[in-house]
């Protein structure tokens, strides 16, 4: 896929909201401040197709771009202790209600902080992941905060952790290096080309 050509196309407020899928979706999830943004905006060398912040919780709607050959979709962070109990459950809702649905999903994109083990919304994402049979990648960002040697350490617990079988991807990236975004393109571009 070109990965120069890109734009926003709307966000949404809540999952009801949604137009159907115009087709294949690549859509990005973790907790909030993994960097599911920022990775958006270097894929397609970008620096502000997505908001980013230093502080959780920026991105708070359901944000839809369309690209060459695919829909890219950039999820609200799950996991943020530091809004309303309203927030939280319209936040809840945006991600359930968007995977609950019967759309075109192409990819999803799980995202994990290489210097942390899953946490439990992370397992829970992954499980779901599992179960649903939905094609899911993992991506285990901030890569540049650790050597080499501790990436691939971070890596196979990770997949211990998770239990995840040869067959799931696992890519570490650093949006802020640009490490591992070559071999995340080409991976993307395998589920969405023919
Ligand atoms: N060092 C480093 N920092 C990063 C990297 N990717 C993102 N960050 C930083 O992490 C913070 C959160 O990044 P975002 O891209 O906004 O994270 P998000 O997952 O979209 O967060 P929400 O929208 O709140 O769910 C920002 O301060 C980024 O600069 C990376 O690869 N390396
Ligand atoms: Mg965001």
């Known amino acids: 896929m070109n990965y120069n050509n890109v734009k926003f196309m ?36 970008r620096k502000k197709l997505a908001k980013v912040s230093s502080k959780p919780g920026k991105t708070s709607t359901i944000n839809f771009f369309e690209a060459d050959s695919a829909d890219f979709v950039d999820l609200p962070g799950y996991g943020y202790a530091q809004v309303s109990k309203s927030e939280k459950a319209r936040w809840a809702e945006m991600i359930e209600g968007y995977f609950n649905q019967d759309r075109d999903f192409a990819l999803v994109v799980s995202l994990i902080d290489i210097r942390h083990p899953a946490t439990a919304l992370d397992v829970q994402m992954v499980g779901f992941l599992q179960t649903t049979g939905l094609p899911f990648i993992i991506v285990q960002t901030k890569a540049d905060k650790l050597s080499k040697s501790q990436v691939s350490r971070s890596t196979a617990a990770l997949r211990k952790q998770l239990e995840l079988g040869p067959e799931v991807p696992v890519v570490a990236v650093s949006s802020e290096k640009g490490t591992g975004i070559d071999v995340l393109k080409r991976l993307i571009d395998s ?3 023919p």
Do not use: C, D
């Open 191 to 193: 589920y969405i080309e």
């Open 10 to 45: 709307a966000a949404y407020g809540t999952s009801k909201q949604l137009p159907p899928s115009r087709r294949a979706e690549v859509s990005f999830a973790g907790r909030s401040n993994v960097g599911k943004s920022s990775l958006l905006n270097k894929l397609f060398n």
